[in-house]
């Protein structure tokens, strides 16, 4: 049964269904969607609920139940994209035959439209923390083996945790280990969220995210954002304009057009920073530039020392007009902007008297 709120411009119903073995039971979503992958589903396993949110366009469907049986922690998701069916296979602890799946829980098959579903939180544990800069440090944190969730390209996830009895929430927008990759071993499986975090000594949350230990715990929510992978249809000239930690959404995106857009002609990366100490991953970008010829990054400083000869000031129509340089004259651009906010409303002004259209800006904001 679907809740009342659905309306016209909803999408057709989905329903689930379920069926077990000795040894399994397997839910069966229906999701009457065809640009449906691994990403649009969340699912959370914890003792006394279980929980999967399948995000079909501005709506979430949910299943929420009590399950009328013990299972073991770990599950698999399967995704039938072209059907638009999603499998989770859950594993009996014991092999007795369910008479029914469960009992429901809130919002339990009902379809919702997305901002009414709250954020959701599960507790994931530090693995690691390494210095990138001076105040820059990347934290990878592990999700639960009952949680499936990947982050979206271009979305960013919540941080909770309590401070002196208060909750605090903070947002963050996950990496890819992409431009580590001649370091590490690059990581195959989806349990692990990167983070780039500036560690701001004065601030409210950084500091105390930092005195985390490896193996604590700190609360991780569903995905938001409203970047959209087809911004890239077609795409030839993709521009990155990025101040500070602002540069994190620009990883998976870099990422990704670099490896799934045939019709890429160049990636272009403006980089604003205070100083040198500050650019994060420098030797990186500059080996991939080096690696990759569609790729340029240029570096700009609004406070560089003497010694620094290269492009320096803040965001600045001279600095935009020479950089946004098309590489056919009617090429489709897509140009990505991201920092502290007067540098992004500035950038879009700018962009903007440079007659670039609404849909060729794509601005990441709170
Ligand atoms: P805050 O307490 O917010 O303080 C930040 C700085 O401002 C400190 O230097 C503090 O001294 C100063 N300050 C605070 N209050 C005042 C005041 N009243 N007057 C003057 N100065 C003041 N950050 C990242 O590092 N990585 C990310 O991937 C990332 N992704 C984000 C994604 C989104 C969608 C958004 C909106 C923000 C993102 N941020 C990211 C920023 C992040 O959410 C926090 O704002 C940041 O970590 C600061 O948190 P804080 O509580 O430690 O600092
Ligand atoms: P920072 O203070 O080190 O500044 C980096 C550069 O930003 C400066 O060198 C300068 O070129 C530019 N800049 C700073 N203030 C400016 C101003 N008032 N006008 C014009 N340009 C200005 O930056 P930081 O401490 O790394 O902060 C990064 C910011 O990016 C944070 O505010 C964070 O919230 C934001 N951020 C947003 C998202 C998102 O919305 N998705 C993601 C990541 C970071």
């Known amino acids: 049964q679907v809740t009342d709120t659905l309306t016209k411009e909803s999408p057709g119903s989905p329903s689930y269904d379920w069926f077990q073995t000795d040894s399994l039971v397997t839910l069966v979503i229906y999701t009457k969607q065809k640009d449906i992958n691994s990403d649009s589903v969340i699912v959370d396993h914890q003792v006394d609920s279980f929980r999967a949110e399948t995000i ?16 073991q922690e770990d599950f698999s998701v399967r995704v039938i994209e072209n059907v638009g069916k999603i499998e989770i296979v859950l594993k009996k602890k014991e092999n007795t035959s369910w008479k029914r799946l469960g009992h429901p829980l809130e919002n339990h098959n009902s379809l919702i439209p997305k901002k009414d579903t709250g954020l959701n939180y599960r507790k994931c544990q530090l693995i690691s923390k390494e210095c990138v800069t001076h105040d820059t440090k990347l934290f990878c944190l592990m999700l639960p083996p ?51 975090i500036k560690i701001y000594a004065a601030g409210l949350f950084t500091p105390e995210l930092d005195h985390l230990q490896i193996g604590d715990f700190v609360s991780v929510s569903n995905p938001e954002g409203n970047f959209k992978i087809s911004q890239f249809q077609e795409l030839e000239d993709l521009f990155l304009l990025a101040a500070g930690t602002g540069f994190t959404p620009m990883v998976k995106i870099l990422n ?80 990505c902007i991201c920092g502290p906010t007067p540098f992004t409303e500035q950038g879009i002004r700018l962009l903007q008297d440079l007659n670039f259209s609404k849909d060729e800006i794509h601005s990441f904001t709170a």
């Open 146 to 196: 009952s949680t499936h969730l990947q982050v979206p390209i271009g979305q960013h996830v919540y941080l909770k945790l309590t401070i002196t009895g208060t909750e605090i929430v903070k947002p963050y927008t996950p990496v890819s280990d992409f431009l580590l990759s001649e370091l590490k071993e690059p990581v195959l499986n989806n349990k692990y969220i990167y983070l780039l």
């Open 256 to 335: 990704y057009a670099l490896t799934n857009i045939p019709s890429l002609r160049k990636v272009k990366l403006m980089f604003f920073n205070k100083t040198e100490d500050d650019i994060i991953w420098r030797s990186q970008l500059e080996k991939l530039a080096f690696k990759d010829k569609r790729f340029q990054v240029e570096f700009v400083l609004s406070a560089p020392t003497s010694e620094w000869n290269s492009k320096q000031g803040h965001i600045s129509p001279g600095l935009l007009s020479e950089f946004l340089k098309r590489s056919l004259d009617r090429s489709k651009v897509l140009i």
């Open 56 to 71: 079909i366009k501005d709506y979430s469907y949910i299943i929420h139940i009590g399950l009328s049986h013990e299972i």
